[in-house]
């Protein structure tokens, strides 16, 4: 079982940019693929985007498709979201997390086959 720590988020204003990273520690030997989720006051947990272990395969949600970027560094054992052009809708506290894995080249968009998440990091994006 890999941990996960997300950091990065912050309060900006619409159009800013902002990198969350999300550090993993633990079982990281094992493959797993990583997603970004997104939860706002009031609104169910939604997918964001998310990439394979081998960092081939990437998905995103129409939300952030063009806007957002995941990448992963294995020798830093670090996954990041890259965020442009910020908008007030993009408000809610980011997780990250993981989901263990024979299959390198898998990166799921659903919630149920992440087994592990992070704490969540607040985006506050102003208008």
């Known amino acids: 079982q890999v941990q996960l720590v997300e950091s990065g988020g912050g309060l900006v204003q619409a159009g800013d940019s902002l990198r969350l990273s999300c550090a993993a520690s633990?079982?990281?030997?094992?493959?797993?693929?990583i997603g970004w989720f997104r939860q706002a006051p009031g609104k169910e947990r939604e997918f964001v985007a998310s990439?394979?272990?081998?960092?081939?395969?990437?998905v995103y949600a129409d939300s952030g498709e063009g806007r957002f970027t995941i990448s992963r560094d294995h020798a830093k054992n670090t996954m990041y979201l890259q965020m442009n052009s910020l908008k007030p809708e993009d408000t809610a506290v980011y997780y990250c997390?993981?989901?263990?894995?024979?299959?390198?080249?898998?990166?799921?968009?659903?919630?149920?086959?992440?087994?592990?998440w992070g704490q969540g990091t607040q985006v506050t994006v102003s208008s």
């Open positions: 997390a993981a989901h263990t894995t024979t299959n390198s080249g898998f990166a799921p968009s659903t919630r149920a086959p992440y087994n592990t």
């Open positions: 633990g079982r990281t030997f094992n493959w797993y693929a």
């Open positions: 990439i394979s272990w081998d960092g081939l395969n990437t």
